[in-house]
């Protein structure tokens, strides 16, 4: 399993990349993150 240290430096990739689920959860909490439904899921 992957893990970070999650800080006032980890970026957003970052952790979209190491943790997909987010990416909804964001989505639930304040859809101005709507943006990120159009990253690229890789």
Do not use: D
């Amino acid at each position: 399993m992957n893990t970070i240290k999650i800080n006032t430096k980890t970026k957003l990739s970052e952790l979209i990349k190491t943790y997909p689920q987010v990416r909804s959860r964001f989505l639930e909490v304040n859809p101005k993150f709507k943006i990120l439904s159009s990253w690229r899921k890789s």
